[in-house]
């Protein structure tokens, strides 16, 4: 299925903003609930963490932790066909695009495992940039408008010289 993303609003028949239960009726698949799983002092914790992945479309969704539980994010894998710029994001080696995104937005940033772009709330993620360069992203998320830069504050990542 093609997901055509349109930055800070739709990734396919996605809209940012849509709860839960509207993503699932708009899929129309079988979705699976992830949750984490953390082992502490031999007790085991399941936590909820609020993403939904849809196995039929290789795809996962992401939601804010409180109701009304609003999507925040769309995670495209190998089986989706994200489109952006008339391109399909999973089929261009990952410099390729980072240079074409460049073109477009000056704050592009390059980390150890990927490339971010502010300005459309894209990121093309891989294993590592430096030495998958010339391969096509692992993985392209599209967020909500501020997420990456939420996501930054809190890693604290530097960029990657080039």
């Given at each position: 299925?093609?997901?055509?993303?349109?930055?800070?609003?739709?990734?396919?028949?996605?809209?940012?903003?849509?709860?839960?239960?509207?993503?699932?009726?708009?899929?129309?698949?079988?979705?699976?609930?992830?949750?984490?799983?953390?082992?502490?002092?031999?007790?085991?914790?399941?936590?909820?963490?609020?993403?939904?992945?849809?196995?039929?479309?290789?795809?996962?969704?992401?939601?804010?932790?409180?109701?009304?539980?609003?999507?925040?994010?769309?995670?495209?894998?190998?089986?989706?066909?994200?489109?952006?710029?008339?391109?399909?994001?999973?089929?261009?080696?990952?410099?390729?695009?980072?240079?074409?995104l460049e073109l477009l937005d000056d704050s592009?940033?390059?980390?150890?495992?990927?490339?971010?772009?502010?300005?459309?709330?894209?990121?093309?993620?891989?294993?590592?940039?430096?030495?998958?360069?010339?391969?096509?992203?692992?993985?392209?998320?599209?967020?909500?408008?501020?997420?990456?830069?939420?996501?930054?504050?809190?890693?604290?990542?530097?960029?990657?010289?080039?």
């Amino acid at each position: 299925m093609d997901f055509v993303i349109t930055p800070y609003q739709t990734v396919g028949p996605i809209r940012f903003g849509m709860t839960r239960i509207e993503v699932r009726q708009a899929l129309k698949v079988a979705v699976s609930e992830v949750t984490k799983s953390y082992l502490s002092d031999e007790i085991s914790i399941e936590e909820e963490n609020f993403v939904d992945y849809f196995d039929e479309l290789d795809i996962s969704v992401a939601y804010k932790p409180e109701p009304p539980y609003s999507c925040i994010g769309v995670i495209l894998y190998k089986g989706a066909n994200p489109l952006f710029g008339n391109r399909n994001l999973l089929n261009i080696p990952i410099e390729v695009l980072k240079d074409w995104l460049e073109l477009l937005d000056d704050s592009v940033k390059v980390t150890i495992d990927g490339v971010s772009s502010y300005r459309f709330g894209i990121s093309l993620d891989t294993d590592s940039y430096k030495l998958f360069k010339d391969e096509p992203p692992k993985s392209v998320g599209a967020f909500v408008e501020g997420y990456l830069e939420t996501c930054d504050e809190l890693l604290s990542i530097p960029p990657q010289s080039q």
